[in-house]
Structure formats: structure tokens, C-alpha cells
């Protein structure tokens, strides 16, 4: 499955599932930066993502795909886990597909935990059976491993949700967007109708020549969102009256042409 058939069903698994109260919900994505991990990335806030990677130079090819991705749709990358790094036979380690891999992500991305996994056949057969090394071996290597990034995962997913996210609401009385930027005391306004003028989509945008499809006239000057509502961490999805669903970047809002004329008193007690 690919496109629209993948999004309704993720989007159909994660919004209608009864997941009770939960504490973490992992979700091990297949490799690459298709429909599935878009739609991810979309449908859901994404807190963390932790790259699994293997030593060889191809892997890493693939990797700096992904942790791209995640940084352009804001979910940061707390950890890097290297699979099958090495094994040990006759008192020796032997490193069969390289080494470097997981280092050069860490320090090309500036991703802070890196962390290392053996060759062992223990470790595969206890995927297969039900039984995970940590049960199996509490005080071996391994589990050392897993314990250490899943305290440091719960470590940096309690730093993240301490921050604030961008917010972006519809002012009624103002008659404007209002956008709070994070960690910072910024808030400012911005025309409705510019921003939908702003929309960057193939619906607006002719994708080929770069042609402006979406003509200044098209939009009135009065047109008021119906619905805005987060997109992960990056953007925001707007509804339209004329039942356009715009997404609209955190970045791409920033750099919007923003409204000026209005009195500073105004906008503080319309908050």
C-alpha cells in the first residue's frame, strides 16, 4: 500500500484505537522516509526518534535521510542505536561490517547518545521466542545497553514536553491568526488572507514550472479559518470556508508578512 491507503490506515490505527492510559507508545518504523513515517510525523506529536543504524557506509547513506527528515518536521533525534556492531570469538572482537557508522551520525547530526549492539545469537533468539534478553539475562552486556537507552529515551522525552510548542490560534475580535512562538516572549499576528495567499501547495503552486496558480484576487480579504489544528511538531492543517485544508509550516509562518498597525494594548487584552 502506498499514499492515501497507508495515511487512512495509520491514521485510522493511532485516532481509533482504545489505548487506555499509557505511559510511552513506540512505534518501530521501517526504514526510509516514505508515506509511513510522513504520515507519522503528520498525524501525530511525535515526541522523540531514536536511529537504528548499522555499521556499513550504505546504512549511514539511508540515516542521514531520516534524521533530515525528522529535523525538517521537528521531532528531534535523542539517541542512535548501531546494530550489529561486532562479536566476540577466541578472546577477540571482530567488527565484520566496519566501524564508524553510528560515530559519524552522531557527530554529522549532533545527536548526544550513542549506543552499541552485538552479533549474538541469544539476542536473535530471544525476539523469536517472546523472551527479551533483558528477562532472560538481567546482568548481561546487553541488557546493560537496552536499561541505559531506555533511561536515557525517558531522560530526554521529560526535557522535551518541559518545552512549549509554537501556537497558533484564531483571533476573533482581532480578526487575525495569532502565532506564540516557543521559548520566547514573540507573539505575533498575521492576516488571514495572506496567509492562505501564502499556501505553497500543488493547489496554489503549479509543481513543475513554479507557476502561481493561486491568484491574489482568488482570496477575499475577509476570509476567516474554520478550523486550525497541529500537524505533529512542523505546522499547523488550516480549513478554509471554500474547504481547502492548508498546512502551513511553523517556519513558513515566521517569515510571512506580518500585521503591524495593530496597537500593542489591543492585542494584550484580546489575550
Not at 56 to 65: H, S, T
Not at 164 to 187: F, Q
Not at 247 to 259: C, G, N, S, T
Request: hydrophobic share 40%; net charge negative; glycine share 6%.
Amino acid at each position: 500500500m502506498r499514499g492515501p491507503m497507508v495515511s487512512g490506515v495509520i491514521n485510522q490505527l493511532l485516532t481509533t484505537t482504545e489505548w487506555g492510559e499509557l505511559d510511552y507508545l513506540v512505534i518501530d518504523m521501517p526504514p526510509g522516509t516514505g508515506d509511513i513515517q510522513l504520515t507519522l510525523c503528520q498525524v501525530v506529536p511525535l515526541t522523540a526518534a531514536v536511529i537504528v543504524t548499522t555499521p556499513q557506509k550504505l546504512a549511514f547513506i539511508d540515516v542521514a535521510k531520516g534524521v533530515r527528515m525528522f529535523s525538517k518536521l521537528k521531532v528531534p533525534c535523542v539517541a542512535v542505536v548501531e546494530n550489529m556492531c561486532h562479536f566476540d570469538a577466541d578472546g577477540k572482537r571482530y567488527y565484520p561490517f566496519g566501524r564508524g557508522s553510528g560515530s559519524q551520525v552522531v557527530q554529522q547530526f549532533g545527536i548526544p547518545h550513542l549506543f552499541d549492539l552485538p552479533i549474538r545469537p541469544t539476542l536473535s533468539a530471544s525476539g523469536d521466542s517472546g523472551m527479551p534478553e533483558v528477562v532472560a539475562d538481567p546482568l548481561g552486556e546487553v541488557s546493560r545497553t537496552f536499561q541505559d537507552l531506555g533511561v536515557c529515551v525517558v531522560q530526554q522525552c521529560a526535557k522535551i514536553r518541559q518545552q512549549v510548542s509554537t501556537a497558533v490560534t484564531y483571533d476573533k475580535y482581532m480578526k487575525a491568526i495569532r502565532v506564540k512562538v516557543p521559548d520566547s516572549e514573540e507573539e505575533f499576528l498575521l492576516h488571514p488572507a495572506t496567509v492562505r495567499r501564502n499556501d505553497r501547495s500543488a493547489q496554489s503552486v503549479d509543481e513543475w514550472t513554479g507557476e502561481q496558480k493561486l491568484q491574489y484576487t482568488d482570496v477575499p480579504e475577509d476570509i476567516e479559518p474554520e478550523e486550525i489544528r497541529p500537524m505533529g511538531n512542523y505546522a499547523v492543517s488550516i480549513t478554509w470556508p471554500d474547504g481547502f485544508s492548508q498546512i502551513a509550516p511553523y517556519d513558513q509562518l515566521q517569515m510571512i508578512e506580518r500585521l503591524v498597525d495593530v496597537p500593542r494594548q489591543t492585542v494584550a487584552q484580546a489575550s
